[in-house]
């Protein structure tokens, strides 16, 4: 199985702080057909998960323009330019070029 | 608007089966693969079982080979995971997603699986 490493397990930002969440993978991501299945979702408090960014740096439609995605190969980052209170929870990567699997979270908390 | 809506879920004894159901709407459910993905308590989320658009190919992790099966009804837009010789750890939080970019999910059902 593809193993995500998700650092760091915890953050703690301010309102306005830009952090980074990294998401390095055991195998390669690139699949075959030169598609990348990296994806990042938010996991708020008591709610399913929602997707931020797709194939590795795409913005979903209705997300904030303040989350980017990049990376290649193994090694993957979530930016958020700017933390906003909503943007507490838990962040996860997740893979679907292999068998999926999910990074094992990163809490983000507010100061 | 697309809705994923899991029912089904509920307390089970060890050795016991249950069948969950994911009743689809405000897209082309046959068009996508689907998925089911659970969450343990206070734990992370862990993907178990992906069917293919037709259903002709089913994928799963290996702990739950043999004794989970996803099955899908595309005229009723509805996915399906029968559950069997369920055991404690499997005591989770089920959603069904769309497996193409896990960009929807249902609210999810709550399985206990205890004596």
């Known amino acids: 199985d593809v193993v995500l490493t998700q650092t760091p397990p915890t953050l703690s930002a301010t309102i306005g702080q830009s952090v980074s969440i990294s998401c390095r993978s055991s195998?390669?991501?690139?699949?075959?057909?030169?598609?990348?299945?990296l994806n990042w979702l938010l996991q708020r408090p008591g709610q399913p998960p929602q997707l931020l960014i797709y194939?590795?740096?795409r913005l979903e439609s209705g997300v904030p323009n303040r989350f980017s995605g990049s990376g290649s190969g193994t090694d993957f980052t979530l930016k958020i330019s700017g933390v906003e209170a909503e943007d507490l929870g838990v962040y996860y990567c997740?893979?679907?070029?292999?068998?999926?699997?999910f990074g094992s979270g990163t809490k983000l908390e507010i100061k | 608007e697309v809705q994923l809506v899991e029912s089904g879920g509920g307390l089970v004894q060890p050795g016991r089966s249950m069948k969950l159901s994911c009743a689809a709407s405000?897209?082309?459910?046959?068009?996508?693969?689907m998925a089911w993905v659970r969450q343990a308590p206070t734990k992370g989320l862990e993907w178990v079982a992906t069917?293919?658009?037709?259903?002709?190919?089913?994928y799963y992790r290996d702990s739950v080979k043999g004794r989970f099966t996803i099955s899908r009804d595309n005229a009723k837009s509805t996915l399906y995971l029968q559950m069997n010789s369920l055991r404690s750890e499997d005591t989770a939080t089920y959603y069904c997603?769309?497996?193409?970019?896990?960009?929807?999910w249902g609210q999810g059902v709550m399985v206990t699986v205890s004596s």
């Open positions: 069917i293919s658009t037709s259903g002709g190919s089913t």
């Open positions: 194939l590795v740096s």
């Open positions: 195998q390669s991501l690139l699949h075959s057909n030169g598609n990348t299945y």
């Open positions: 405000g897209f082309t459910f046959s068009s996508f693969p």
């Open positions: 997603t769309r497996e193409r970019g896990f960009d929807y």
């Open positions: 997740v893979q679907s070029t292999h068998a999926p699997t």
